[in-house]
């Protein structure tokens, strides 16, 4: 295999985990590596394509880029017109087609069981994935996590695909999320009269070991996946394959698992993670650091495990924060000061006359909804997106203020229904592109006022 083939197929393998299996197999399969030119990677396909990835893709193109670690500066795709002006002639007119095969899932290196750090929050739930990877299909089947965003839920998941291949790397293990799985029967509905895909989608689940489908929440209200789903899974149980999922509901929430379903799941294990003590916050801190070798020291840690309470995810995007704060300024994380200074310039700089209220005042004013409405108790559906999206703008560009605090703001609510928003708020701005317009616009209006 030549370099390029090489850093294209690695390349691959991390975008296979972030897309639809369908765009996989429309798109990516019809890329063709050709060349390394100054350090980019030279790839060829038909206009169509190119346009699609770049139009819908590029994002997550680039992500796996930085994911597989390649050295490279980037890519170009060109068009086989295109060819000549990139490649030396003779270098690249193999001729064969570029054969699509089925999606290969590759899990994330580092989410291992030895990454993942036990307390009591969550030693239940990793001694249950321990088991199932030990011994899959017997008798802790179906597995069900749940635990709310940021948790280890989807470390958890990949934990245990990473040590069944390992023991049994002849295993067919998959890993989709509930949307990716929708996209891909959806695909294949609309392509009803392409036999060989409809195959490909009944033989690619009901073939495999373990299933697992990450994020199943998303089931709830898709009518058209949960039959399939009961399908699916009614064979794979029957067979005595292994199936986990995991949810940021609880079971009781997911009405798609019909009565037939949830009967076998009482069979099975329901695993919950909760927000980790204070202990385990310090430990996956002191982890991580050194995993992203951040000299940091132990009472910046213990501030930062004091910060944020509940999502892991966002400890560690701080320490992460915290420690390319401290490389462009070539020194350790030796003191809170320095913690407090990096967050504070991470956050936007000039927040000192910006309050709360100006930021629910703003969030408003941009929904065309009234202050009262959206700090009062009425739950109407309007108010929901406002309402969330002011909590988790608060959040964002205040830090500092306790959860709790925000909570009363808005009638007393609790802290959890703050973090519930802002974790959905966070998710939803990183998914969809409107929602992230939206809250960089309301941002933008709160810091220039
Ligand atoms: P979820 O799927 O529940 O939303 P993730 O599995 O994506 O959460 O976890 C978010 C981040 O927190 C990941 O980077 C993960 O490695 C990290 N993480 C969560 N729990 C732990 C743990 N117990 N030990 C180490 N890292 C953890
Ligand atoms: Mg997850």
Known sequence: MKDYEKIWSNILDRV???????????????????????????????????NAIQRNFAGKLNMAIRESMEKIEGVVIIVKEELSSYVEEGVAE???????????????????????????????????????????????????????????????????????????????????????????????????????????????????????????????????????????????????????????????????????????????????????????????????????????????????????????RILEGMLQTVGFFAQLNNRPVDSIEFVMEALRESSGSKTNDITMQKIVEVTCAYFKVKFQDVCGKKKTKELVEPRQMAMYLITEILPEIPLATIGKFFSGRDHTTVIHARDKMQQKTADDPIYRKKAEDIKNLVLNQ
């Open 16 to 50: 296979a985990v972030l897309v639809s299996t369908a765009a996989y197999e429309i798109y990516f399969m019809k890329v063709k590596p050709v060349a390394l030119k100054d350090g980019k990677l030279i790839l060829v396909t038909d206009p169509s394509v190119r």
């Open 94 to 312: 193999s001729k064969e087609e570029f054969v699509p095969s089925i999606k290969k899932i590759v899990f994330q290196k580092n989410y291992t069981f030895d990454n993942f750090v036990i307390g009591d929050s969550n030693k239940y739930a990793a001694a249950a994935a321990k088991a199932v990877a030990e011994a899959p299909g017997t008798n802790l089947n179906p597995l069900f996590i749940y635990g709310m965003p940021g948790l280890g839920k989807t470390h958890i998941l990949h934990a245990i695909g990473n040590e069944i291949l390992r023991n049994h790397p002849d295993m067919r293990v998959y890993y989709t999320t509930a949307e990716n799985f929708t996209n891909d029967l959806i695909y294949s509905i609309r392509n009803s009269n392409n036999t060989e895909l409809n195959r490909q989608f009944q033989e690619k689940y009901r073939n495999l070991d373990v299933l697992m489908i990450d994020d199943v929440q998303f089931f709830i209200g898709k009518n058209s996946s949960q039959e399939s789903v009961f399908h699916v899974f009614n064979d794979l149980y029957t067979a005595e394959k292994q199936i986990i999922l995991a949810s940021d509901r609880p079971v009781k929430e997911l009405t798609f698992l019909d009565d037939r379903l949830s009967s076998r799941f009482a069979s099975g294990v329901v695993a919950d993670i909760q927000p980790p003590s204070f202990e385990t916050r310090v430990a996956i801190l002191q982890k991580k650091a050194f995993h992203y070798k951040i000299d940091i020291s132990p009472e910046a840690i213990n501030y930062l495990a004091e910060k944020e309470k509940y999502n892991i």
